[in-house]
């Protein structure tokens, strides 16, 4: 997942070098953590959040596959 993520993320972004996407596991929901350049967060972000929200609902159709729950969070 933290693959699938990473990959986004790239994509959306212009600064490639300042990604950091982190993933921890507790209590049965995986929290993956993304942190990128201070420039680029709207951009992963969007507009009204729509992009932020469609990446949760990628993750949450992924964990829906696999019987696992994530959360991701956009850290500023």
Same mark, same amino acid.
Do not use: L
């Given at each position: 997942? !933290?693959?699938l993520v990473t990959y986004i993320v790239e994509q959306l *972004?212009?600064?490639k070098s300042a %990604?950091? *996407?982190t993933s921890q596991a507790a209590d049965g929901v995986e929290t993956i953590s993304i942190? *990128? #350049?201070e420039a680029d967060v $709207?951009? !992963? %972000?969007g507009k009204? $959040?729509?992009i932020a929200m469609s %990446?949760? #609902?990628l993750a949450k159709a992924v964990g829906a596959k696999e019987g696992k729950r994530y959360n991701i969070e %956009?850290?500023?």
């Open positions: 997942m !933290v693959e *972004v212009d600064d %990604i950091n *996407v942190r *990128v #350049a $709207g951009k !992963v %972000i009204q $959040g729509k %990446i949760r #609902a %956009i850290e500023d």
